[in-house]
Structures are given as C-alpha cells and as structure tokens.
C-alpha cells in the first residue's frame, strides 16, 4: 500500500526537502533544516492516529484508485499490531 500511495503524493517528499531553498529564495536569511522521523509500535496512541485517519478517509483512497480494499485493510490490521513498527509523518523545520 505504501508504495501506492507514495506514487501519488505529489511529490510532498520533495517540498519537505526543499523547504529550506525554498524559504531562502523569498528572501529569509540564515535558514537552515532539520527533518526529525519518529517511529512507532502498532496500537500506540500515535499510531492509532494513523490508523484512525485511515479509516476516515480510506473509502475515497480506494475511490481515487490510490489503494484496493484488501490492502487497506491489512495496513489498518498492521497497525493495530504491537510488533509492528511504523515511521510517523516526518516533521520539518527550517
């Protein structure tokens, strides 16, 4: 499912990585980054969060082709599962 979903991120991955260059050529000075990754254990309150937002939007994913039923479900399952290990939304700074 990951895999599907990343083909069609419009390219979010790359603005997070270019958020400095960007902020630099509207004139900012001194800017910099730092991304940080956080990763999570299946059934944690973060990761239910996720889990959550995959079943509130998960009929328009399948809708807009971005994942079938049968790979949705077993990702919201993962989550829900202790063993697994998930990253979390990479948070930027610059």
């Not at 730092?34 to 889990?51: H, K, L």
């Not at 939007?57 to 790979?71: E, H, N």
Request: proline fraction near 4%.
């Amino acid at each position: 499912m990951r895999s599907q979903v990343r083909s069609r991120a419009c390219g979010f991955e790359a603005v997070q990585a270019s958020l400095p260059h960007l902020l630099a050529s509207l004139g900012l000075a001194d800017v910099g980054g730092e991304g940080r990754v956080v990763f999570g254990r299946g059934g944690s309150p973060a990761v239910r969060v996720i889990q959550a937002g995959l079943r509130q939007v998960g009929d328009q994913m399948i809708a807009a082709g971005l994942v079938d039923r049968s790979a949705l479900d077993e990702a919201i399952v993962y989550l829900t599962t202790p063993a697994s290990m998930v990253s979390l939304p990479t948070m930027v700074s610059a």
